[in-house]
């Protein structure tokens, strides 16, 4: 079999590494971080910390139905084990992609690369239960639908 998508082979529990997700932010001076949870299962994460533009809110997403849908057509290419390819196993591999991300945006922001600002924005709480990404697709639709592409 060929390489499949990142983590596919991963055996943590989601809960474990949406533990060690809450410690990397609290370690990078978040002030406030929170899991959300779902039949006992953690389904999102929020953070706040300061910017240079004061403390803010973050919702970080987690698409445990849309890694399933990764692995299922990994699976249906025959790249990865039909084990691999169970809803449990996308809620772990979901996570652990997630902590990837932010450990990888965390040292960019360490050396300078990219700000919190500029790493993070998409994931900016604008109003509560939206995110910056979000408000800008509802303001996208809206200037397609009036035919202003400004």
Same mark, same amino acid.
């Given at each position: 079999?060929?390489?499949? $998508? ?6 943590? =529990? ?24 779902? =039949? ?14 004061? =403390?803010?809110?973050?919702?970080? $997403? ?19 084990? $039909? ?33 919190? =600002? ?9 109003? $509560? ?22």
């Amino acid at each position: 079999m060929t390489k499949g $998508p990142l983590n596919y082979t991963t055996t943590i =529990d989601a809960g474990k590494t949406a533990s060690q997700c809450v410690d990397l932010l609290a370690t990078h001076g978040a002030s406030a971080v929170a899991l959300t949870y779902s =039949d006992r299962r953690p389904t999102g994460l929020t953070f706040r910390i300061l910017t240079v533009h004061g =403390d803010r809110n973050f919702s970080m $997403p987690i698409n445990i139905e849309g890694i399933h849908r990764l692995l299922l057509a990994a699976r249906r290419k025959g790249t990865i084990s $039909p084990r691999f390819a169970e809803r449990d196993q996308a809620e772990r591999v979901a996570w652990r992609v997630l902590k990837d991300w932010l450990e990888v945006q965390l040292v960019m922001i360490e050396a300078g690369v990219v700000n919190l =600002d500029e790493a993070m924005l998409p994931y900016l709480n604008v109003a $509560p239960g939206v995110t910056l990404y979000q408000r800008y697709l509802e303001n996208e639709r809206l200037a397609i639908e009036t035919g202003d592409q400004t």
